[in-house]
């Protein structure tokens, strides 16, 4: 088994990121090679669930190309905006943009929307082996479709710490028939228009609307899939050979939807997080948040004769969608020969007690990195849902964030104050909140205020938990993020406060880069700002973001060299040029 | 009578021109006062044609509110994007931009487009008065409902050169179920989805979808309508008194249909077109085309115990849409009492000659501004349907217009030449080009060249019509001018030639923006390019624009003085100060 990068001590780890920053800025590239993609970003029409809905697309295909790299490369990727209106991003989720804080991918944070005709170039080191994958950060262009994988494969020469005989992908979003525009306007709207449970849950962009694949073994009323097998929303069967051992990478990209994945008859043995290597566990089946991902091994050691149902189903909000399916087809059978069982049950939604098991059973891999043993600054960040002129809102410590016209790091860099609110939001929440109950709503805001942190501190988050606007309703949230990876440090029930601190691991506390506030609780985060630039921090809900759901920080913007022309040609910084007079 | 602007000599006007642009330039505004409106664009939930759609509206208004000004007033509009992706700008159709080229609203051409959560304000003269109206000019944003009136009366002191009691006003447009997104899709698509004719016509906004309000008179399935008054898509009624002179205020910005306009019993007096006093005649029904705006008088003499038919329909295509209705009311009758005969019948689609005569009907009120007698330059341009790479096209001498991601405005100001094609379009087509034959689409290509005109040169342009890709089909197209009018100096059949010459009209050619050419045939259109700046000249069908029907001028914008840094804070000129090293 080869050295993973997660086994070399922190101080290393800093210092191999500074000679990687120091050869980025020089235009070299250390160990690795280029990766170079061209995606042209545009809306075609496609049918996801079977039925026909424009969506947004890349060269063409949905979802976009499977990037593939190996550790130490560097990822090159041309992206035209081919776009009729609208300006677009691509977030690469999980990477950590070091020292390209410029190439996060988000709008109006780290560079400007690339308007239609325009061609911006992403650049970036991928360090870390890892499943990682990538999406829009405009708007909900996420939900409209714009989302692929990016694969990072240890460095050449290198070993995974665990042995696998092949590989499958499986990439899982949600489905809405109501186009994205008019699930934004309904959001927007006072009253909100929620966007209700999705249609459909799709794997690798494919899933069925009207009908079942499984329904011959079901009550319902629902219809076999008559799939010829050429149909664009046909499912990607996953191939394999008898006695095997394969590699299953799973991410979540759904807008809404938590889900769990199981495998007929089949043990999924979890050895990766979010790009991280966890401390190998088994389980029947798995929760996958938003933004999250996972590498599970399976072992093809069941009947041959048989195709098994691969199965997803919703979590945490009272399912109306049914399940998504596959198969995993034992070769040489056919595809067309159905499992002699049903698709596992997806475990009841409201079964808590079996999400926070799964979830608490990631731990860090013997070897990885620990956190600092304390932190310099800790914020506890209360979420709540407000009422704000007649719209509906989420707020973090009453703040709801709105994001400014210039981007966050050209302001900070360039000392341009007046281009968003310069009133950090605050650290905490009143002592005396409860959050068994819905929110008072007293003088919540909307702000494009900051935190500011200082460069190489280490931060805790207490995510905290509360009652939504409705009685006897707290939701679940999946918080990812941007530009760093954190520590879980733990989960706990109610209100966090000081009794739990000793209860926190830092002893092998997963790293993530996105973790779960479960219902009226709470999760403490530990992570080192050590990466400059400006990072959101947010729920990987697409409709919570776009009600207000995040915040950013600040980690020393200010102090950023080498930014693109191309990521700051709009807003205040691309105006400081067009001044009259000042042109050539 | 007052003495009208248009009565004033050419010299005389272009020394006026001067005092405003002068005084523009000094910040002071000529014997006129400040009309400030905030427009925040933004989808809303409307319901056009009584079916729900997202609407692209304006301060929660769809259509547009109104701006209203007098003839030498500014009218500064501070346009506020709060679209969640797209850029947005507003192009002011019919008002000519004297000394301010960057205010024409066109994106990619005159500015960039105005990014969501910018504010971009626009400023400009409205130097004669009339009956215009605003648009979107970004992607196919016109059709998605992002429109209003703009009416400039005469000067303060100064008199209309004809009497009216009161005015009435009608914003035409034509509305589909589908998607504004979805149909750029279909028509971007390889092969092309056409989007089919409109569903409904709308008079200010309001049309019916799935009944009538005449049903009772005709024999077809169609429900009469059951509207209360409080639906969103009931009629406007037009108001009026017994005995009395109004204006009809009438202008046309549908995506597609050419229109007719009647009125039950009534006789109208046209007196304007496109801000334009004409020498006035009477016509029973009149024709509208996209981008066209007409004045009529009407005299309320008709039985004044009843109401009456205000009926619009479709010329030129095939008509598939149901006529759009609304009730002339003579008070004090109640709304609700129908007209005792039935609606005016539109003229039958393909009745040209109908068509021709009323076109050329309209001739300069006596006065009016004669066109110089001689051009310095004629550009030939013919329209042709192609097909290139699966896609279809139109293009203008075989050329389909693309536009740069950097505003041509900015491009050539400073000299930016990489960021469009500096071969300009030819000026003419092959003698030999048979045009009542499908187009044989050879070396048809798309370009972002422009033709260069010099500043205060006379410009002849002839429109030249030709068989579309089918056989035996020819489309009516309505071209629209930017930044200045043009007189028409007549219409014909077939090729122009020579001897075409004699026949023009340059003792009383109409003074217009809009022009139609018809099917087969040429028009003849004359100006003299006495504003700098770059001009779009268009078919104003929007889906022919956006699949390349157009054509720009820039006229000398590279000494175009004072453009606001807002207008060109995008692309190659908002990079320009975006250089690393560069900024302060």
Redesign the interface.
């Known amino acids: 088994m080869g050295k993973s990068p997660q086994a070399r001590g922190l101080t290393g780890a800093l210092m191999i990121r500074s000679l990687i920053l120091l050869s980025l800025l020089a235009g070299a590239v250390v160990g690795g090679r280029n990766q170079s993609y061209n995606f042209d970003v545009?809306?075609?029409?496609g049918a996801p669930d079977c039925k026909e809905h424009?969506v947004m697309g890349i060269n063409g295909q949905f979802p976009g190309p499977t990037i593939r790299a190996n550790a130490g490369d560097t990822v090159v990727v041309h992206l035209t905006n081919n776009l009729?209106?609208?300006?677009?991003v691509i977030h690469w989720h999980g990477i950590r943009q070091l020292g390209s804080p410029w190439a996060d991918g988000t709008a109006?944070i780290s560079q400007?929307?690339i308007?239609?005709?325009?061609v911006f170039t992403y650049r970036f080191l991928v360090d870390k082996p890892g499943t990682y994958f990538y999406h829009g950060h405009?708007?909900?262009?996420r939900s409209a479709g714009l989302y692929g994988l990016l694969i990072v494969d240890v460095a050449e020469g290198e070993r995974e710490p665990f042995h696998y005989d092949g590989e499958l992908n499986l990439l899982l979003s949600d489905w809405w028939q109501q186009?994205v525009?008019?699930q934004?306007?309904?959001l927007?709207?006072a009253p909100m228009r929620w966007i209700g449970e999705p249609q459909s849950l799709l794997l690798n962009g494919r899933g069925q609307y009207n009908c079942s694949l499984a329904a011959h073994y079901s009550n319902s009323s629902s219809n076999q899939c008559n799939l010829k097998g050429g149909e664009k929303c046909a499912p990607m069967i996953l191939n394999v050979k008898p006695n095997k051992t394969y590699r299953l990478r799973i991410a979540s990209t759904t807008a809404l939807a938590s889900l769990n994945l199981a495998i007929g008859n089949h043990k999924m043995l979890v050895v990766e997080a979010d790009g991280n290597y966890v401390e190998p566990f088994t389980v029947d089946d798995l929760d996958i948040y938003s933004g999250e991902s996972y590498s599970v091994l399976i072992t093809t050691d069941q009947n041959p004769n048989n195709n098994y149902w691969v199965s997803v189903g919703v979590r945490g909000r009272e399912p109306k969608t049914p399940q998504g399916l596959t198969l995993l087809n034992y070769l040489p059978n056919s595809a067309s020969k159905l499992p002699v069982s049903p698709p596992p049950v997806t475990p009841k939604w409201n079964d808590y007690n079996h999400s926070k098991s799964l979830t608490k059973s990631v731990l860090a891999r013997k070897g990885s990195p620990k956190p600092p043993s304390s932190s310099d600054r800790r914020m506890i960040l209360l979420n709540t849902q407000n009422k704000l002129n007649g719209h509906t809102k989420w707020a973090i410590n009453n703040v709801s964030l709105t994001?400014?016209?210039t981007p966050y790091l050209g302001s900070v860099?360039?000392l341009l104050n007046h281009t968003f609110d310069q009133t950090s939001p605050p650290e905490s929440y009143p002592a005396n909140y409860d959050i068994m109950k819905p929110p008072a709503n007293i003088n919540t805001t909307t702000s494009s205020g900051v935190y500011r942190l200082q460069f190489n501190t280490t931060v805790d988050i207490i995510l905290q938990n509360t009652n939504a606007m409705a009685p006897n309703v707290s939701e679940i949230h999946p918080w990812h993020l941007h530009g760093h990876d954190f520590w879980v440090l733990g989960y706990g029930e109610g209100k966090f406060s000081e009794k739990d601190e000793g209860k926190l691991n830092l002893e092998n506390p997963p790293l993530r880069n996105t973790a779960v506030v479960f219902p009226y609780g709470w999760t403490a985060l530990r992570f080192v700002a050590d990466n400059r630039g400006v990072w959101a921090f947010h729920c990987h809900i697409e409709p919570h973001l776009h009600m207000g759901m995040g915040v950013v920080f600040d980690i020393e913007g200010r102090f950023v060299?080498?930014?693109?022309?191309?990521?700051?040609?709009?807003?205040a910084?691309?105006?400081?040029?067009?001044?009259?007079g000042k042109?050539?």
Chains 1, 2 share one sequence.
Request: charged share 20%; glycine share 12%; proline share 7%.
């Open positions: 545009e809306y075609i029409f424009v009729h209106t609208e300006g677009v109006s400007c929307a308007n239609p005709g325009e405009y708007g909900m262009q186009s525009h008019e934004e306007v309904g927007s709207s994001l400014p016209a860099k360039f060299k080498g930014i693109p022309s191309e990521a700051l040609a709009c807003g910084t691309g105006k400081l040029m067009a001044m009259d042109y050539p």
